[in-house]
Nanobody
């Protein structure tokens, strides 16, 4: 059984930094697309960043340069480094995994496995 367990998150002031972690176990596939998503109450879940089997990364345009996604070589640990945080970054953040070797061309519905979510709150 696949499990994704998140840690990190919390409350920071604008301009601060946070690092989110996601431990992945029981994933039986060599090819993996891993991602971070975030959701504000009343709004749809949106992609933050993805990383594929070959460490190719993609970011939401508005987050490029502030957020960095990374993973351990075995892809069993996923991280999101968030710098220069803004109040509009406040959301519940989720890690997710898909049985794909690349992330290009897939959407949120393709991510079959999800973490429990972690609240990130940025105050002005």
């Amino acid at each position: 059984q696949v499990h994704l367990v998140q840690s990190g998150g919390g409350s920071v002031q604008a301009g601060g930094s946070l690092r989110l972690s996601c431990a992945i176990s029981g994933f039986p596939y060599a090819g993996r697309c891993l991602g971070w998503f975030r959701q504000v109450p009343g709004k749809e879940r949106k992609e933050v960043a993805t990383i594929d089997t070959w460490d190719n990364t993609n970011y939401a345009d508005s987050l490029k340069g502030r957020f960095t996604i990374s993973a351990a070589n075995n892809k069993n640990s996923l991280y999101l480094q968030m710098n220069s945080l803004k109040p509009e970054d406040t959301a519940v953040y989720y890690c997710a995994a898909a049985t794909r070797s690349i992330c290009r061309g897939i959407d949120a519905e393709t991510f079959m496995y999800w973490g429990q979510g972690t609240q990130v709150t940025v105050s002005s």
